[in-house]
Nanobody
Framework: VQLQASGGGSVQAGGSLRLSCAASEIIFARNGIGWYRQAEGKQRELVAGITSTGSTNYEDSAKGRFTISRDNAKNMVYLQMNSLKPEDSAVYYC????????WGQGTQVTVSS
C-alpha cells in the first residue's frame, strides 16, 4: 500500500483526533503529503500540507487548531486536530503530490455538537 490513512473517529466538539498517513518509503522521501477532506455534498479541499523538507501550509480554518507533521524514520505523516468543530466532519484523505496525485483511502471524522 503506497498511502494508508487511519485515525478517524467520532468526537464531541472541542475534542481532538490524530490522523496518521503511512506512506511507502519512495513516496515519502520524494514528495510532499497533504491532508484533504470532503464533507457530504461538498468538494474535496486541502486542509494541510507538508513538503518533503518539512515546510507546512494550512487552510484558513485549520490554522491554529491543526498541526501537520512528518516522521521521517517511520515514513508517516500526522494531522493533529484540536478544538474540533462540527464543520470539521468529513472524510479525510492523505495524498502525495505525485503526477498524477496519489490518494490514500479516506478515514471518517465525525464531530458532534
Amino acid at each position: 500500500v503506497q498511502l494508508q490513512a487511519s485515525g478517524g473517529g467520532s468526537v464531541q466538539a472541542g475534542g481532538s483526533l490524530r490522523l496518521s498517513c503511512a506512506a511507502s518509503e519512495i513516496i515519502f522521501a520524494r514528495n510532499g503529503i497533504g491532508w484533504y477532506r470532503q464533507a457530504e455534498g461538498k468538494q474535496r479541499e486541502l486542509v494541510a500540507g507538508i513538503t518533503s523538507t518539512g515546510s507546512t501550509n494550512y487552510e484558513d480554518s485549520a490554522k491554529g487548531r491543526f498541526t501537520i507533521s512528518r516522521d521521517n524514520a517511520k515514513n508517516m505523516v500526522y494531522l493533529q486536530m484540536n478544538s474540533l468543530k462540527p464543520e470539521d466532519s468529513a472524510v479525510y484523505y492523505c495524498a502525495a503530490d505525485t503526477i498524477p496525485v496519489l490518494w490514500g483511502q479516506g478515514t471518517q471524522v465525525t464531530v458532534s455538537s
